[in-house]
């Protein structure tokens, strides 16, 4: 697992002591592995938003890459710009893509959701478009959903 704090290092600390066991506590886990690891990143972000709502100190951004063995699968699950690559019989193989405003796909769901790519970077704010925290960022994230997301982007071998 790598998280990879901007703004602070809370953000990034919090993952890091909550996400694994969020995972493996899902009653889920392993069968459903791919859905439990998505639902999971986003429960840990709805869960350090409440702690920011306590404590506004906290307040900060983390990219998060997780790797998860289960069996012979390979599930990679990525939110932000950190990389994964596997090496299959000496061929390099992406197991992530980075979340930046200015990817097409990003910025069309950036758009869907209200937001807007201003000189690469989100709502002129941020230059990626998916982290877990920044809830502190006006216009980023909600109750409802944002321009800013914490879902992964998963990939399985």
Wanted: aromatic letters at 6%; a negative charge.
């Amino acid at each position: 697992m790598v998280f990879d704090g901007h703004g602070g290092k809370h953000a990034a600390d919090f993952a890091c002591n909550h996400l694994p066991r969020f995972i493996v506590e899902d009653e889920d886990f392993p069968g459903e592995i791919e859905r439990v690891v998505a639902s999971e990143f986003l429960q840990t972000d709805t869960a350090f938003a409440e702690v920011c709502s306590l404590n506004s100190s906290l307040a900060s951004g983390a990219t998060a890459l997780v790797a998860l063995i289960i069996g012979r699968m390979l599930v990679v699950a990525n939110s932000g710009d950190c990389r994964a690559v596997l090496c299959r019989r000496g061929k390099a193989i992406e197991m992530s893509r980075d979340h930046k405003p200015m990817c097409n796909r990003e910025r069309r769901r950036i758009e869907a959701c209200g937001g807007s790519v201003y000189d690469c970077y989100l709502n002129g704010q941020l230059h990626m478009a998916r982290a877990l925290g920044d809830w502190h960022m006006e216009g980023m994230k909600g109750p409802d959903g944002g321009p800013l997301s914490a879902e992964p982007e998963l990939m399985t071998a």
